[in-house]
């Protein structure tokens, strides 16, 4: 049969409120994480990076919060723009492997002004 | 910090044709990667590069793949017979000093025919 590409899930936000974009990985010896952003057409984008002995990690405008209890960690956008309009991928990196990156599935946030 | 250049942008080719991908970091990096990206759906790890040497493959990566680092600058992936299923954005990522963050390329979309 033909494959189909997933279904993103998508978060609608209004110019200048705050996002929320949550990611669940999937392995407990994950020791790094990364958020990326990809524009239509373009390759993912370093946004932040956070390593498994922190929770909480600020960068300009964006914040990760990484809880290991349940496996989950989440982006924060404060402020958010027409220009943060892409989809953001989670991706882990399994301890003690060669660096390979696991991606999640992304999630589309659009920003209505 | 610069990310990779990756050549060409957009390649078409006939199934059953060999292609190669091109990287070219922007300066000495030891770290490299592949990833491919079939249209609207996640980022999926090929192989990690390190000291000229492959340091982990995935199950996608199979005999009909190679890399190499011809000149010591340029990184290459090679398909030998492209099928249908190959089409998709090619992504080069290349490690800094530690082997954590992982900065893309722009990509090379590949369309098998």
């Known amino acids: ?113 | 910090e610069p990310e990779v250049t990756q050549t060409p942008s957009h390649q078409v080719t006939q199934m059953g044709q060999e292609v190669i991908l091109r990287c070219v970091p922007i300066s000495n990096h030891l770290y490299f990667y592949w990833y491919r990206q079939i249209l609207g759906q996640k980022v999926e790890f090929l192989v990690s590069f390190y000291n000229n040497e492959i340091s982990e493959k995935s199950e996608i990566f199979d005999d009909q793949f190679s890399v190499e680092r011809p000149d010591g600058s340029n990184f290459t992936l090679k398909i030998r017979s492209t099928k249908l299923e190959d089409s998709a954005m090619y992504f080069c990522a290349r490690g800094t000093s530690g082997p954590n963050e992982q900065f893309f390329g722009p990509g090379t979309r590949l369309t098998v025919l």
């Open chain 1, 1 to 113: 049969g033909e494959s189909v590409g997933l279904h993103l899930p998508t978060l609608s936000v209004q110019e200048g409120d705050n996002s929320i974009i949550n990611c669940a990985y999937s392995n407990s010896a994950s020791d790094y994480f990364i958020w990326y952003k990809q524009e239509s057409g373009k390759g993912p984008q370093f946004i932040i990076d956070i390593r498994s002995n922190m929770d909480k990690r600020q960068g300009q405008r964006v914040t990760v919060l990484l809880n290991k209890t349940v496996k989950h960690l989440s982006l924060q956008i404060a402020a958010t723009q027409p220009g943060d309009s892409a989809v953001y991928f989670c991706a882990e990196k399994i301890s003690g492997g060669y660096n390979k990156l696991i991606f999640g599935a992304g999630t589309r946030l659009a920003v209505h002004p």
